[in-house]
């Protein structure tokens, strides 16, 4: 059974560009949710996607943007990146449950530098 | 808002020593569920436990065992007779209704060192 897994590994952009990450879910999972992990702290929510929309977004600007796919997979997108982007950026799958929570499950994230 | 605090940065102990990493958290909220996390060097965080706010009864799960505490709003979790493997960056994790159950909110996470 896989997990969770995520493109690419490192990645490595300078300052005004674009990048685009991406996520599959672990299988029979349909609710993918996106953190940002800068060095020595905990995970921060980015947005989470179920049924191919944006179900709920943290703090984080409109550069942000994301996508979910017909089989569950999703992007994130960060447009004019900033220093400050560089980070450990998370992918976790979890199955809906409507009215409670479901475990979250992360893959092994993509480390994101920008120079 | 929800908050999850974790007070200490970094614990060192020596193999076969336990290890009792505290979690405090904040919410308005009365069914919410709370998580611990583990995060080795290689980055993947990989779920431990599992505990919603029904349920107070501690448990054991191998070398793993938690108290959780509504009363002190407080979480903890306590790793029995270290091994080196354990040595990893450990989050607790709160999520509720406020958040449409979606967003996990994490702590800064305790760092935590077994040496042989």
């Known amino acids: 059974d896989a997990g969770v897994t995520q493109s690419p590994t490192h990645l490595i952009k300078t300052r005004g560009q674009q990048v685009t990450l991406r996520c599959s879910p672990k299988?029979?999972?349909?609710?993918v949710s996106w953190y940002q992990q800068a060095l020595g702290q905990g995970p921060q929510f980015i947005f989470q996607?179920?049924?191919?929309?944006?179900?709920q977004r943290g703090n984080f600007p409109d550069r942000f943007s994301g996508h979910q796919f017909p089989n569950y997979s999703s992007e994130l997108n960060v447009n004019a990146l900033l220093l400050g982007d560089s980070a450990l950026y998370l992918c976790?799958?979890?199955?809906?449950?409507?009215?409670?929570?479901?475990?979250?499950?992360f893959g092994p994230g993509t480390r994101l530098t920008v120079l | 808002a929800q908050k999850v605090t974790q007070a200490q940065t970094e614990i060192s102990v020596v193999e076969k020593e336990d290890v009792t990493l505290d979690c405090v958290y904040e919410?308005?909220?009365?069914?919410?569920?709370l998580f611990w996390y583990k995060q080795p060097p290689s980055g993947e965080l990989v779920f431990l436990i599992r505990?919603?706010?029904?349920?107070?009864q501690n448990e054991i799960s191998g070398r793993y065992s938690w108290n959780f505490q509504k009363s002190t709003s407080s979480f903890n979790f306590t790793i029995t007779a270290s091994q080196v493997v354990d040595s990893a960056v450990y989050f607790c994790?709160?999520?509720?209704?406020?958040?449409?159950?979606?967003?996990?909110?994490f702590g800064a996470g305790t760092q935590v060192v077994v040496t042989p």
């Open positions: 976790a799958s979890s199955l809906n449950r409507g009215d409670y929570t479901d475990t979250q499950y």
């Open positions: 299988s029979g999972h349909d609710t």
């Open positions: 996607y179920y049924e191919e929309e944006e179900r």
């Open positions: 919410t308005r909220d009365t069914t919410y569920y």
């Open positions: 505990r919603n706010s029904f349920d107070e």
């Open positions: 994790a709160l999520s509720g209704p406020t958040d449409s159950w979606g967003k996990f909110q």
